[in-house]
């Protein structure tokens, strides 16, 4: 499906084709600690289906379990992340974009999680905290 998105300042601006079907949840360390939250949510883009509008800011993350590289975009006036790829000349770009950059972003619910060792224990039970619609 047709997606497209922007950063909270809007200065990236990002459309793509992508299957919801792609839809990953993170809980890696790696995850928690770049989003400051629980976990990750992105859904796989191949690079020819990715458009971005705008110059993200490039910092290049060593995975701690594989000891990997990879590209983590973010917009360098808001903070807002985009997505994550390979580094590296010839390589075929495979993008991970960031689900909450999405204006169709409900319609990308997670369809696997990985790196559930790392899962926050209070998460299973998240159903039984209060709800309010609003910050009251």
Same mark, same amino acid.
């Given at each position: 499906?047709?997606?497209?998105?922007? #950063?909270? #300042?809007?200065?990236?601006?990002?459309?793509?084709?992508?299957?919801?079907?792609?839809?990953?949840?993170?809980?890696? @360390?790696?995850?928690?600690?770049?989003?400051? @939250?629980?976990?990750?949510? *992105?859904?796989?883009?191949?690079?020819?289906?990715?458009?971005? /509008?705008?110059?993200?800011?490039? %910092?290049?993350?060593?995975?701690?379990? *594989?000891?990997?590289?990879?590209?983590?975009?973010?917009?360098?006036? #808001?903070?807002?992340?985009?997505?994550?790829? @390979?580094?590296?000349?010839?390589?075929?770009?495979?993008?991970?974009?960031?689900?909450?950059?999405?204006?169709?972003?409900?319609? %990308?619910?997670?369809?696997?999680?990985? +790196?559930?060792? /790392?899962?926050?224990? +209070?998460?299973?039970?998240?159903?039984?905290?209060?709800?309010?619609?609003?910050?009251?």
């Amino acid at each position: 499906m047709k997606v497209d998105g922007a #950063c909270a #300042c809007g200065a990236i601006r990002i459309e793509a084709e992508a299957d919801p079907e792609n839809t990953n949840l993170c809980h890696c @360390t790696d995850c928690q600690t770049a989003t400051g @939250t629980a976990f990750r949510v *992105s859904v796989r883009v191949p690079g020819a289906n990715l458009k971005v /509008s705008g110059k993200p800011n490039i %910092f290049v993350k060593t995975t701690a379990d *594989s000891g990997v590289p990879r590209v983590q975009a973010f917009c360098g006036t #808001c903070g807002s992340p985009l997505y994550s790829t @390979t580094v590296g000349d010839g390589v075929q770009p495979l993008y991970m974009l960031r689900v909450g950059i999405l204006r169709q972003r409900d319609q %990308f619910v997670p369809k696997r999680q990985i +790196w559930c060792r /790392s899962a926050q224990p +209070w998460l299973t039970d998240i159903a039984s905290v209060p709800r309010f619609e609003k910050q009251s």
